[in-house]
């Protein structure tokens, strides 16, 4: 299943936020001509406050773009509009820092310490993005949520809590606090969510955001997988909970983990910088620049350590001729990461990026740096972020171009067209 993507814009760019810049001609920027003389450019001063945009695009049916007359067309629109092919503006009041797809819902949120601070939309029949009541009753809850809609959070310092980043699974969702930890809400069948599971429990409705424990250190980064979530401490130990019969909790069994336990293998005594999972592969990228990886290898993800289709523990993966890996970014099938020269390498199975005939690879393949920009004119472009969604990449360059290329399932590339797209193309 496709799902959208969430792209966020801004016209100076800074480490810490996880978003995409591109500069924009305000109205102030634009020339204005003057009827004695030639035109006048006024230039955006340095000091100027950073323009935030945010765009969607992709499968627009559950509402999880946001857009309601996408789904419930207005007056003017006869037709709903199921797929959005090119990136469209979504109108927000606050500037928006992190943001997260799931299978059709998206969480986004800002930076600020006003009470709200998170919203929801799209599918929410597992309470993903938690209870969401109806006009009608205050005891039930949206299935579906055309526009983003607050999420309460449960904390107890709501107004010196900041959101730093979400992150959203098949069905359950995280959000982490740079005060207040790890919440979780969502499908908990496999203790993706970090609690007890209850037999047949209702998830529909439900009222339960979930402050998760267990933590030895502050957690600076989540992610989830389909049905499993990875987190990593500001000392640099991985833990897990959740699905684990493919091995993509790493915790050395294929059962499931309620609660989060820290993972071992070849990341024992490993200081981790950054962790990535999506499908059911698990990747973790040490202060060091070595990659490590455990779960599924069906698809040749972890060839490189052996034949099985399975590992359920951490293996650190020989990369040869890659350099020091700086990120690394999982899919459902495929692989990509990217070294401090800003180069990507990817591998696995599906549209790699190296045209139709590159469908498969057990090592690491280099895709040509001019296939994101560089050129004589500009020689130094480096790519500075990577992701994968289930079947696509994404790369975004230090001019903050956003790249796109896989399997264009749902319009999720963004391109314009629904054909899938084997090179790096340009949003």
């Avoid at 684990?244 to 059962?255: E, K, P, S």
Wanted: glycine share 12%; charged share 20%.
């Amino acid at each position: 299943m496709a799902f959208p993507r969430v792209r966020l814009c801004a016209r100076h760019m800074s480490t810490e936020l996880r978003v995409c810049g591109f500069a924009t001609l305000s109205k102030a920027s634009r020339p204005q001509e003057k009827s004695s003389t030639g035109p006048v450019f006024q230039y955006v001063g340095q000091h100027k406050k950073p323009n935030h945009k945010v765009f969607v695009w992709g499968f627009s049916f559950t509402g999880a773009l946001g857009i309601p007359s996408f789904v419930v067309p207005d007056s003017g629109r006869k037709k709903p509009r199921k797929y959005q092919l090119t990136p469209y503006r979504l109108e927000t009041a606050e500037q928006i820092s992190s943001a997260a797809c799931g299978y059709g819902f998206t969480l986004i949120a800002s930076p600020t310490k006003d009470v709200i601070k998170l919203w929801g939309m799209g599918l929410n029949k597992d309470s993903q993005l938690g209870f969401q009541r109806t006009q009608h009753s205050r005891h039930q809850s949206y299935d579906y949520v055309l526009e983003p809609s607050p999420v309460a959070l449960p904390l107890v310092e709501p107004l010196q809590t900041r959101v730093v980043q979400v992150a959203c699974g098949r069905a359950h969702s995280l959000v982490l606090t740079d005060q207040e930890g790890v919440f979780s809400m969502g499908n908990n069948a496999y203790g993706q969510c970090g609690r007890r599971i209850v037999e047949d429990e209702v998830y529909s409705g439900s009222h339960i955001i979930h402050k998760m424990e267990g933590f030895s250190s502050r957690v600076t980064q989540v992610a989830c997988g389909q049905d499993h979530s990875l987190f990593l401490t500001e000392t640099g130990k991985v833990l897990a909970c959740g699905w684990g019969a493919d091995g993509q909790t790493g915790l050395g069994h294929h059962n499931v983990s309620s609660s989060p336990v820290e993972v071992g293998g070849d990341l024992a005594g490993v200081e981790v910088r950054q962790i990535s999972t999506y499908g059911d592969c698990s990747l973790a990228v040490s202060r060091d620049g070595q990659l490590y990886g455990w779960g599924n290898s069906e698809y040749l993800q972890l060839a490189s350590v052996t034949e099985a289709t399975q590992i359920n523990s951490p293996r650190h993966l020989p990369l040869k001729g890659c350099g020091k890996v700086v990120q690394a970014a999982c899919g459902g099938t495929q692989v990509a990461i990217l070294n401090e020269k800003g180069e990507v390498f990817v591998w696995g199975f599906g549209i790699l990026g190296k045209g139709p005939k590159l469908s498969e690879s057990s090592t690491p393949e280099m895709i040509p740096s001019t296939l994101f920009g560089r050129s004589e004119f500009n020689p130094s472009v480096a790519v500075t972020r990577i992701r994968c969604g289930l079947n696509h990449f994404a790369a975004v360059t230090d001019r903050g171009e956003l790249f796109v290329w896989g399997k264009n399932v749902r319009g999720c590339l963004g391109i314009g067209k629904r054909d899938d797209q084997y090179f790096p193309w340009r949003v």
